[in-house]
């Protein structure tokens, strides 16, 4: 599946604390994420698990957030993407 993802895997595991608080050594890494025409960097964490999880650092790279009362996403701020150097 990671290599399906395009997932670059960092040189060393890293504590994660997962949301029922437990601890987990795991490896990490780098993919891209993209829902609709938006797309950024995200961090994953490489281990088994039952249902793949797409957590809120990636939507908030996105700009995106679940909106509670519809279950659906929604824009948080605009987004644009900067090319080339200042000025």
């Known amino acids: ?7 670059s895997r960092l040189s060393r595991k890293q504590t994660v ?12 890494g780098l993919v891209m994420v993209r829902i609709g025409d938006r797309s ?3 961090t994953v964490v490489i281990t088994d698990c039952d249902e793949p999880l797409l957590g809120v650092e990636a ?17 948080t701020r605009a987004y644009t993407v900067r090319l080339g150097g200042v000025g």
Not at 1 to 7: A, C, N
Request: glycine share 12%.
């Open 1 to 7: 599946m990671e290599r399906r993802l395009g997932v």
């Open 17 to 28: 604390i997962l949301a029922d608080g437990r601890h987990l050594e795991a490896e990490v």
């Open 59 to 75: 939507l908030e790279g996105l700009g995106l957030a679940v909106d509670p009362t519809t279950g659906s996403l929604r824009p």
């Open 40 to 42: 950024a960097a995200s």
